[in-house]
């Protein structure tokens, strides 16, 4: 059974930065690719960034530029790092590991 727990959520004003971590367990994390999503209030959870086993990334357009997703094998963690953050960056962000297994998920509100 594995276990996703996400943190590094909460209050930002715009412009500000943020650093979400999600610890995993129970699984051998090198070989999933895994992922950061968000789900806004009245919204479906929509795709933020992708990072496969080997490095490789992939980002929504509303991110690009401003987030970097990243994974340190050895410690079985993935990590944003949010820059530049923007109101309509408000949203739970959720942890993915492969394509069935997720997070509890982090809040994060970009407000004034």
């Known amino acids: 059974q594995v276990q996703l727990v996400e943190s590094g959520g909460g209050l930002v004003q715009p412009g500000g930065s943020l650093r979400l971590s999600c610890a995993a367990s129970?699984?051998?994390?090198?070989?999933?690719?895994m992922g950061w999503y968000r789900q806004a209030p009245g919204k479906q959870r929509e795709l933020v960034a992708t990072?496969?086993?080997?490095?490789?990334?992939n980002y929504a357009d509303s991110v690009k530029g401003r987030f970097t997703i990243s994974r340190d094998n050895a410690k079985n963690t993935m990590y944003l790092q949010m820059n530049s953050l923007k109101p309509e960056d408000t949203a739970v962000y959720y942890c993915?590991?492969?394509?069935?297994?997720w997070g509890q998920g982090t809040q994060v509100t970009v407000s004034s």
């Open positions: 993915r590991r492969g394509t069935n297994t």
């Open positions: 129970g699984s051998i994390f090198s070989i999933y690719t």
């Open positions: 990072i496969t086993g080997s490095g490789s990334t």
